[in-house]
């Protein structure tokens, strides 16, 4: 009967012969979680008056985040209104007025020319409608503008102002991060790349990865760089590296935060 020992001699020398040891675990190389985040403001600039999320929150697609004082847009909206019911009035009018013309056409010269101009002042109630309407678009349009909507369902990164603090108009008032915008970023050597060509779907483990985590690789440098100060890589004999970006399946984008270390299984090469 052979040993526990001389069996552990036994097995190491087999892992070292052609074939041998095909249990042994995969390699892996060290990631890290980088998120492209959404910052999200307004087309144009004022006071905060409400910020509906906190840090950490998860938003809905079309959710309320953040709301700007609109005391001016909504009076203009209520002006553009106001004149819009006007004109149309003045329309309704010319086109009695216009009707009554016709009814009289034919009983003297005077009744052509009353005829002539009141299809002038209809045509004119109905351009000044049609302005009004446009007025009224426009101020109904930054009126609406004056809300924040999240644009996809996402993760609340950081809120950047506070009700009462004024923002540029476009300035970001919160960071948003869908699943989407979470992927793995990893600085590999020609060896670990070639293992990983765009389209690979790779294992990723790390402390908050669900079983089964996975990734996609979406992106491969075309060209190699000088590793990074810090590498993320266990492969420290290359001086070069390439730049390989990996999208995480849902589940595990959503368990992800930027900045995080996350190990990726390389796939067998083939023999």
Excluded: W
């Amino acid at each position: 009967m052979i040993g526990k020992g001389v069996r552990a001699v036994v097995l190491g020398a087999a892992c070292l012969l052609p074939g041998g040891c095909f249990d042994e675990p995969a390699e892996t190389v060290q990631g890290y979680v980088e998120g492209d985040f959404v910052g999200l403001g307004l087309p144009a600039g004022g006071r905060v008056v409400e910020v509906a999320v906190a840090r950490g929150d998860a938003v809905a697609a079309g959710q309320a985040v953040f709301r700007l004082d609109a005391r001016a847009e909504a009076a203009a909206q209520a002006e553009a209104a106001a004149k819009r019911r006007e004109a149309e009035a003045r329309l309704r009018l010319a086109d009695v007025e216009l009707k009554r013309q016709r009814a009289l056409v034919g009983t003297s010269a005077a009744a052509e020319a009353k005829l002539d101009a009141a299809i002038a002042a209809q045509a004119a109630a109905e351009q000044a409608v049609a302005v009004a309407d446009a007025a009224l678009d426009r101020a109904e349009v930054a009126l609406g503008e004056r809300i924040a909507h999240a644009p996809a369902a996402a993760r609340v990164e950081d809120v950047l102002f506070r009700a009462g603090e004024v923002v540029a108009a476009g300035q970001p008032v919160v960071r948003l991060l869908p699943p989407g915008n979470v992927l793995v970023r990893a600085y590999l050597g020609a060896r670990a790349v070639a293992l990983l060509p765009k389209g690979t779907r790779a294992a990723l483990t790390c402390a908050a990865c669900p079983a089964g985590a996975s990734a996609e690789v979406a992106f491969v440098s075309g060209e190699a760089a000088y590793a990074p100060p810090v590498l993320y890589s266990r492969d420290a004999r290359d001086k070069l590296t390439f730049l390989v970006e990996l999208r995480p399946d849902a589940a595990t984008a959503a368990a992800l935060r930027p900045g995080q270390p996350v190990d990726i299984r390389l796939p067998r090469a083939a023999k």
